[in-house]
């Protein structure tokens, strides 16, 4: 008798799927500004993609070649309750080894400039150099 093979990790619930599409749709002035400048591999030339889910959670813009997630927080997130399940996003998203860097609407909309240079530090990284390849054999 065969094991039928386990199902890849990455597979996300219908449902969350969905409201990943939806946060798409609906996004917030906030978060189109910081698109706009992330899109498109703009910002130093690496990939971001948003409201991407990972694990349980649904992040705003990931950068997967710098580790590094983007969440942009409404003011509701400056209560006690949102603080204490942030503290707990976060840990989980640092334990997948991703950095997390936290903005609120407010400095995104007045210091645009400002949080785009904190995420272009962010995500300078170095490409892993390659080796020239061998042309031919040597003796």
């Known amino acids: 008798m065969t094991d039928l093979p386990k199902p890849p990790s990455w597979r996300i619930s219908t449902n969350q799927r969905t409201r990943a599409r939806s946060l798409r749709t609906n996004s917030t002035d906030a978060e189109r500004l910081i698109w706009a400048a992330l899109r498109g591999h703009r910002m130093n030339g690496v990939g971001f993609r948003r409201q991407t889910p990972i694990g349980p959670y649904i992040v705003d813009f990931v950068c997967h070649a710098a580790n590094v997630v983007i969440e942009l927080d409404g003011g509701q997130h400056f209560e006690a309750k949102h603080e204490k399940r942030?503290?707990?996003?976060?840990?989980?998203?640092?334990?997948?080894?991703?950095?997390?860097?936290?903005?609120?609407?407010?400095?995104?909309?007045?210091?645009r400039q400002g949080v785009l240079e904190t995420i272009a530090t962010a995500v300078e990284y170095t490409p892993t150099p390659t080796l020239p390849r061998k042309r031919g054999r040597e003796r």
């Open 86 to 111: 942030d503290a707990g996003r976060d840990a989980f998203l640092a334990s997948k080894g991703f950095r997390v860097l936290r903005f609120n609407n407010h400095d995104v909309m007045t210091n």
